[in-house]
């Protein structure tokens, strides 16, 4: 079709590639965001088969919400009744060409790719949804790092399958033994191709070969894998078992589902970093590595923690005051929200809260590693050692009240957060009346330091009250349907019959505008929600 074309409110820019469906890069003309869609051919509508794996492929994959799966935004018909279906725009290339350019980073880097995507199949796993197609091909490496799993279209449900009789789905090279036979598919397939398509992250190269598919299928019923490519990469002995147990001709012999490999993945790269903080802790002189900043950071934290104990974390107060007006904790600077009448909302009405601290900044990536280094609390996906700056993005409420225990704080409520960014008068941004971007950290690809738009700073002194990132507060709501809407590019999942679901504050960097509402408004997530665009800050009772 001649471009731009539009369908709806969707409008086709470039086309991208695609067989029996084509890809285009389009833009939702509504919100102003970069899309893909993909739509089925003529030739795939006139086949029944191809256009129902269509339709169950957006299906499926429009209720999976995950950090490491292909977003699936909408789905319709156009005017020719041409199925389509709207997905996150992927920046970035695709597993197989980053193997093959050697992009993907050293064997811990490896490894941390494979995490991600063991993880991405543990969720969908837990949905019932077997993938059946896990190869290099389907996976997404974005130019932030993070993994993405794609492509659904032969991926089977509980209870459903399209594949008839005696017809094999797949691609060879990653198909189990049991995919081959045609004997019934369970979760176990994935493990086996898993394991695959680890072992070519690893080396290079597949580990099973053949000219024909004949000689493919045969070395997979037949005979072992080979591990000396590995050996050979120096990979350790731990891998290539993981490797081996995955890729077992035996179902029974694999891990039994993701659990375990998510598990062993993050045991193994636990060790091979904990050696880097030894060395540069013995020896200073040594080249810093990725996370040498957390060794003065603990070395300067322990001082803290000293003086914290001696002075009660009180610095000397302000004259005419009773209160500091700031004080210092292990984990930050806090500053000071007098008690008091205030006034909140959009219809700015009246409320009054006892005096209390807030954290200055967004929590920080150096003080959450601290924090789960000392509890053993697990890392975000995805952590960047090299932001110690950054705020921690990717923990969910939990996450959140995890942290606020271990510091002596806890969340703000909602009143809270919100008195603290627009003061006691209600004003209509931290700094004042004046909308003026320049102050906070909005329309961009990704968030920036803490302590950034210092011009930006609330009347008591609170950076990044509106942008950057999202912030938890201890505010429940009651999720309704527009609460599932996106927030970060994904559509939340449907309210759980018991889970807690809770607001979140200040708006993100991707927001486009700079709206009013931020300082006022919130949005719902539920209590196990995680996302890149979500971090917290914390408070503590002034008395």
């Known amino acids: 079709m001649q471009l731009p074309f539009r369908i709806g409110k969707y409008e086709l820019e470039e086309f991208l590639g695609g067989g029996m469906s084509h890809v285009y890069r389009a833009r939702d003309t509504v919100i102003g965001r970069t899309v893909a869609v993909k739509i089925l051919t003529e030739a795939g509508c006139e086949d029944a088969e191809a256009k129902a794996r269509f339709l169950a492929e957006a299906r499926m994959a429009g209720n999976i919400a995950h950090d490491n799966v292909l977003s699936i935004y909408d789905f319709g018909e156009d005017d020719q009744h041409h ?212 060794i003065p950071a603990v070395a300067l934290i322990a001082v803290l923690f000293a003086v914290a104990g001696y002075f009660g974390l009180r610095p000397k107060t302000a004259p005419g005051s009773d209160l500091a007006k700031s004080i210092t904790t292990p984990a930050g600077e806090m500053t000071l929200v007098p008690a008091g009448a205030f006034l909140y909302g959009e219809q700015k009405e009246p409320a009054t809260l006892p005096a209390f601290y807030i954290d200055r900044t967004e929590v920080t990536n150096a003080a959450y590693a601290r924090f789960c280094g000392e509890t053993n609390h697990a890392l975000p996906e995805g952590f960047p050692q090299d932001k110690p700056k950054y705020p921690v993005v990717n923990v969910s409420i939990i996450d959140a009240q995890a942290f606020a225990r271990w510091t002596g704080k806890r969340l703000p409520t909602g009143r809270e957060w919100e008195k603290a960014a627009r003061g006691e008068k209600g004003q209509t941004f931290p700094w004042g009346e004046e909308p003026d971007r320049s102050r906070a950290a909005l329309g961009l690809l990704l968030p920036v330091e803490a302590a950034a738009f210092p011009k930006g700073a609330s009347p008591y002194g609170a950076l990044q009250m509106v942008g950057n990132v999202w912030e938890l507060v201890d505010q429940l709501s009651t999720p309704s349907e527009h609460t599932r809407e996106s927030i970060g590019g994904r559509l939340k999942p449907p309210p759980g019959p018991e889970e807690p679901w809770y607001a979140i504050r200040g708006g993100a960097y991707d927001f486009k505008e700079l709206l009013p509402a931020l300082v006022w408004d919130s949005t719902t997530v539920p209590a196990r929600w995680k996302d890149a665009n979500i971090g917290f800050r914390c408070v503590k009772d002034a008395q």
Request: charged share 25%; aromatic share 6%; proline share 6%.
């Open 83 to 294: 199925p389509f279906m709207v997905m996150e725009f992927l920046r970035g290339e695709d597993l197989r060409h980053a193997i093959k350019d050697s992009r993907t980073g050293d064997l811990t880097n490896k490894l941390k790719i494979a995490l991600q995507l063991a993880g991405a199949l543990r969720y969908i796993h837990s949905l019932k949804i077997i993938h059946r197609d896990i190869k290099p091909e389907n996976v997404h490496i974005t130019t932030a790092g993070a993994v993405k799993l794609m492509d659904f279209g032969i991926a089977k449900t509980e209870g459903l399958s399209m594949t008839r009789a005696g017809y094999v789905l797949g691609t060879p090279y990653y198909m189990a033994p049991e995919q081959v036979t045609g004997a019934a598919i369970t979760e176990q397939v994935d493990v086996y191709a898993f394991g695959v398509l680890l072992f070519e992250l690893l080396t290079g190269i597949k580990p099973i070969s053949g000219d024909t598919v004949e000689r493919i299928f045969y070395s997979i019923l037949n005979e072992p894998l080979k591990l000396e490519p590995l050996h050979e990469a120096g990979v350790s002995e731990e891998v290539c078992g993981l490797i081996a147990r995955c890729t077992a001709k035996s179902p029974a012999e694999r891990p039994q589902g993701f659990g375990p490999v998510c598990e062993e993945l993050q045991r193994i790269i636990a060790a091979r970093e904990a050696p880097t903080l030894e060395i540069v802790a013995r020896k200073p002189e040594a080249q810093p590595s990725k996370r040498a900043w957390l």
